[in-house]
C-alpha cells in the first residue's frame, strides 16, 4: 500500500481563534466568580470562628486580611460578590423573558462589568477615605 | 417519530435526572439573596477596620444574628446547586461525578455547620 504523505490538515476552530463576544465572557465570568464565591463562604466561617474564639484569634484574622494577599482576597471576594450579584439580576431578568435581544444583551454585559467595578472601588474608596466602619 | 411512552419520557426526568427542581431552587434562592447581599455588603463595610467588641455587639442585636445565618445558608444552599450544575457540565465520568458530588455537599454542610456553631458560640455565651 502506497504511503500517502501526512500533509497539515485543516482543523475545525477551537475557542481559542474566536473574539470573545461580551456574552460568552459575561457568562464563564458568571461560573468563575460564582465558585470563586465558595472560598468566600471559606472566609465568612473564618471571620465568625475568629470571632467566637476571643481577640487574639480575632485580631489573627484582621492581620492577616491587613497583610497585600489577604486584602487581594478580600477585594477579590468583594468584586466576586458584587459581580455575580449584578450578573445575576441581568439573568433573573432573562428567565422572565427581557433582555434577549443581542444589543440589549451586550448592553447590559457592559454595564454589569462597569458597574461591578465601580461598586468594589467605592467599596476601596470608603475603606481608605474613613467612611466604613459605621458600626463602631 | 418517537416509539417513546409519555410516562417513560418523564420518569426520565433529563439528563440531571431531577426536572425542573434544581432550576426552580435556583432562582428562589437567587431572589432572596438579592436584600441579603445587600444587608451582607452594608454590614460588612459597617464593621471594616472594626474591633473584635462592635462585632459583638453587632451580632448580639438578633435581627442581625438571624440577617446573617439565614445569607449564610441560603448562600451555601445556592452555592451547591451552582457548583452541581458546573460538576454535571464538565464530568462525564459518573464515579468523579459521584465523588465530586459528595465533595460539593459536604462542603456546604461543613461550612453551615461551622458557621452556625461559631454564630450560636457568640450570641448565646
Redesign the interface.
Known amino acids: 500500500m502506497a504511503e500517502y504523505p501526512q500533509k497539515a490538515r485543516p482543523l475545525s476552530p477551537h475557542l481559542g481563534i474566536y473574539r470573545w463576544p461580551v456574552t460568552m465572557a459575561t457568562s464563564i465570568t458568571h461560573r468563575i466568580t460564582g465558585v470563586g464565591l465558595a472560598g468566600g463562604t471559606l472566609l465568612i466561617a473564618w471571620w465568625l470562628t475568629a470571632v467566637s474564639s476571643g481577640p487574639e484569634t480575632y485580631s489573627f484574622f484582621v492581620s492577616t486580611m491587613a497583610t497585600p494577599l489577604g486584602q487581594i482576597v478580600l477585594y477579590g471576594f468583594a468584586w466576586s460578590l458584587a459581580y455575580h450579584f449584578l450578573n445575576g439580576i441581568r439573568h433573573l431578568c432573562w428567565d422572565f423573558g427581557f433582555g434577549f435581544a443581542l444589543p440589549t444583551a451586550n448592553a447590559t454585559g457592559i454595564t454589569v462589568l462597569a458597574l461591578s467595578l465601580l461598586a468594589t472601588a467605592a467599596i476601596f474608596a470608603a475603606v481608605h477615605y474613613g467612611y466604613a466602619g459605621y458600626y463602631q | 417519530m418517537s416509539f417513546e411512552t409519555p410516562q417513560h419520557k418523564v420518569e426520565g426526568l433529563g439528563s440531571a435526572h431531577s426536572g425542573v427542581g434544581h432550576f426552580k431552587q435556583q ?1 428562589v434562592t ?2 432572596a ?2 436584600p441579603l ?1 445587600v444587608w451582607f ?1 452594608v ?1 460588612m ?8 467588641v ?6 448580639a442585636n438578633p435581627l442581625n444574628a438571624i440577617l446573617l445565618g439565614a445569607f ?1 445558608l441560603i ?2 444552599y445556592h ?1 451547591a446547586l ?2 452541581r450544575e ?1 460538576i454535571v457540565d464538565y464530568i462525564p465520568h459518573e464515579g468523579v461525578k459521584l465523588f465530586l458530588m459528595f465533595c460539593n455537599y459536604g ?1 456546604a454542610f461543613l ?1 453551615a455547620a ?2 452556625l ?3 450560636a ?2 450570641t448565646i ?1
Open positions: 432562582r437567587a431572589i439573596l438579592i447581599t455588603a454590614s463595610l459597617g464593621l471594616a477596620g472594626t474591633k473584635e462592635s462585632v459583638l455587639i453587632f451580632l449564610i448562600s451555601l452555592l451552582g457548583i458546573v462542603f461550612v461551622v458557621c456553631f461559631a454564630l458560640r457568640i455565651a
